[in-house]
């Protein structure tokens, strides 16, 4: 039942710390995009332009690596504990 319980809680907050490093990593990126956009805008840009080129920069990087690799937040500490445990009851 302990084992249970640990497995519960630890989704819990491995789920929590996704959740947040994802929304930081995407705000982040919005925000990069923002000022990429101010730095130099076309000629006649407006609000709808600058929207649809953070709307594609977006796109693009809900496609790239970054967001799966954050998906390690839930792999890298339960191979971690995993090896810790065989570790002590191998010895």
């Known amino acids: 039942m302990q084992f249970v319980r640990l497995v519960v809680i ?17 705000s982040v990126r919005k925000e990069r995009l923002e000022k990429e956009f101010d730095a ?11 929207e649809a080129f953070i ?25 971690f504990f995993s090896i810790v445990t065989y570790v002590i009851n191998a010895s």
């Open 40 to 50: 130099d805008p076309p000629e006649g840009a407006d609000e709808a332009m600058r």
């Open 55 to 79: 709307a594609e920069g977006m796109a693009e990087y809900n496609s790239s690596i970054r967001p799966k690799l954050i998906a390690l937040v839930y792999v890298v500490p339960v191979v």
């Open 10 to 26: 630890g989704f819990v907050a491995l789920s929590i710390v996704y959740f947040s490093v994802s929304l930081y990593s995407r």
